[in-house]
């Protein structure tokens, strides 16, 4: 059969009562690519098996559309008619998307300016009333769950429960497509730690291992590494620009259980780990989903990860087209040449 979305597929790991309505988009079922060029790159002769669990394929392309599925349908279950979140970017697309297939008003607040390209087009195409505020992600978070204790609102961040139940099916899928098994390493970006959350909550429910879980944050937004607030965070990697994690202390007790390491990456490590993605294995994504190789890398050099004969995944969060203007910004501008044979000929020596 078909492939129909991550909660059709995994119902009986889901609390949904019986009746709901389903709002799918089909979301889920990313590829897991194996990453060889990589792994020789960064662990040379290791025999690093390294994955990559490409989640910007999801229907808006970021991880968000799992926890979003079922938030959503959760919502319309309980008689939602609008919802709301705050967003970097990638959860308001999500919730755009799905509350337009479910016939809800949806609001979305994000910090002015910061939000990249493709996310603010997406939630604009979707209908949602996009909000810009004077203020940071972590101050939208804050006014998104004040209003809903006074107005009849759903609120559809990752501190709705709802979400991380459909977030932790990633986990399932790396188990399924590793052969029932999970890996030795979870790697992937920190930023309000509902995934890492989630995929934490996933491997304990399967039943098909444990890893140890390594997640990165962004220097100037390392909340978690650091033990501190972050008032004004700063990183290229938008989608985890966050200096109060909503999920911190859930985030902890997955690191602590699972034996894993929680570590800051400059936007420099972010950058040449987004490249390497690319250029090596045809993959891109928005540079917050580099996060997690670039922490890999980070702590494989420093002795702190044996790579020998392990497995290792990276969750490569959200698609590279999300923010066109970095992958512009990394790149030199295309060269013109005269439209004649003589003038490709004439490039094609000049770059020998
Ligand atoms: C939301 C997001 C993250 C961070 O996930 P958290 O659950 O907030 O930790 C990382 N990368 C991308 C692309 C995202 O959209």
């Not at 009562?17 to 089909?26: A, G, S, W």
């Not at 444990?210 to 962004?218: H, K, T, Y």
């Amino acid at each position: 059969m078909s492939w129909q979305g991550i909660i059709h597929t995994y119902r009986q790991y889901l609390p949904f009562d019986e009746t709901v309505r389903v709002i799918t988009l089909n979301e889920g079922n990313t590829p897991l690519i194996r990453a060889d060029r990589l792994a020789e790159t960064i662990a040379p002769k290791a025999g690093l098996k390294l994955y990559l669990k490409y989640e910007g394929l999801n229907p808006t392309g970021s991880f968000k559309d799992r926890g979003m599925t079922a938030a959503i349908t959760q919502a319309v279950h309980e008689g939602a008619k609008t919802v709301i979140c705050a967003s970097t970017g990638n959860t308001a697309a999500s919730a755009a998307a799905y509350a337009a297939r479910a016939g809800l008003r949806c609001l979305v607040l994000v910090p002015e300016g910061k939000i990249a390209l493709g996310k603010l087009a997406a939630s604009l195409a979707y209908g949602a009333e996009v909000i810009s505020i004077n203020g940071s992600f972590d101050e939208g978070l804050d006014m998104v769950r004040d209003i809903v204790t006074r107005q009849p609102i759903v609120l559809v961040n990752s501190i709705n429960p709802w979400r991380l139940e459909g977030q932790k099916t990633g986990s399932f899928e790396i188990c399924d497509q590793l052969d029932g098994r999970a890996p030795d390493w979870h790697c992937l970006p920190v930023g309000n730690a509902g995934n890492i959350t989630a995929y934490w909550l996933g491997y304990q429910q399967y039943g098909k291992g444990l890893p140890r879980i390594l997640g990165g944050q962004a220097a100037g937004a390392a909340p978690i590494v650091t033990g501190q607030i972050v008032p004004k965070p700063e990183t290229i990697a938008t989608a985890i620009r966050i200096g109060n994690p909503a999920r911190w202390r859930q985030a902890l007790q997955a690191l602590d259980e699972s034996g894993g390491i929680i570590t800051a990456v400059t936007d420099a490590d972010i950058l040449a780990s987004w490249s390497l993605l690319a250029k090596l294995e045809g993959v891109f994504v928005e540079p917050a989903s580099a996060t997690g190789l670039a922490a890999l890398k980070q702590q494989i050099e420093q002795g702190a990860i044996d790579p020998v004969g392990k497995t290792a995944v990276c969750v490569l969060t959200g698609h590279g087209l999300k923010d066109p203007g970095t992958a512009v910004d990394q790149a030199q501008p295309p060269q013109t040449i005269p439209a004649n044979i003589d003038a490709l000929e004439a490039y094609l020596q000049q770059r020998v």
